[in-house]
């Protein structure tokens, strides 16, 4: 996804306000507050990797990157004269003016999560995304000439082989740079495998399957492993 190398990852927060039944956020980390590192050992840090590794592009990492937090670090990074390319994970809730702003101290793309192109897939995975927005945010970043990355997962409660087929074609509308897709994969101690457990979803517990990426764990009564896979 980055645009320059060699380019480095930095995490800015820990914890996720949110409640998506697959993540594993407030699983690892075991407490639901966002908490956040100073802009000070940011910039710092940032500083540190251009200085010692010749660092071209940082990626913001952190599970969730709101506006105001990017906007905070754009700052930071204007006012300090730090000449770095970044990009980041990012809201799709975002203006063309707070892009812009983005841009100015640096962004050179961001990506988004999306997951699926159905409403009622999103909604019983709790995961808040306006889908017209999505499409506004990838039209801005053209604008500005920004790379745009969506994240898309196959396999949540719900899923049929129309719902596959709606998010592929949703894919492919939007005229992204990049995708990232994985296959939605219940990991043990969230909601989803929980939620799997008790409607007897699950395939297998042999752990080395639960990669996200090659094998699907869960099959539907409308949608088998190997559609999932396929997808």
């Known amino acids: 996804f980055s645009k320059y190398y060699p380019n480095a990852k930095i995490v800015t927060s820990r914890g996720c306000p949110y409640s998506c039944i697959f993540c594993t956020e407030q699983l690892m980390y075991n407490r639901p507050e966002y908490n956040r590192r100073s802009i000070k050992l ?42 770095i390319a970044w990009s980041c994970w990012m809201d799709w ?32 995975a709790r995961k808040p995304v306006n889908l017209e927005k999505v499409k506004n945010l990838v039209n801005n970043c053209r604008k500005l000439g920004l790379f745009c990355s969506g994240a898309f997962m196959f396999g949540l409660p719900g899923e049929t082989r129309a719902t596959l087929e709606k998010t592929i074609n949703l894919i492919f509308s939007l005229n992204i740079t990049s995708c990232q897709l994985s296959i939605a994969t219940p990991l043990p101690g969230t909601q989803f495998f929980k939620i ?36």
Not at 64 to 82: S, V
Not at 203 to 215: I, P, Q
């Open 42 to 83: 940011i910039l710092d840090e940032i500083v540190f990797l251009k200085d010692r590794y010749g660092i071209k592009e940082v990626f913001f990492d952190d599970a969730i990157f709101t506006i105001p937090r990017a906007k905070e670090i754009a700052k930071g990074i204007i006012d300090n004269r730090i000449k």
């Open 93 to 124: 809730n975002i203006s063309l003016e707070d892009l812009e702003f983005l841009k100015k101290s640096g962004c050179v793309g961001v990506k988004f999560g999306v997951e699926s192109a159905s409403p009622e897939i999103l909604d019983s």
């Open 196 to 231: 799997a457990q008790e409607n007897n979803w699950l395939l297998t517990l042999d752990w080395s399957k639960y990669d996200c990426h090659y094998t699907s764990v869960v099959e539907y009564p409308e949608c088998r492993k190997e559609d999932i896979e396929s997808a």
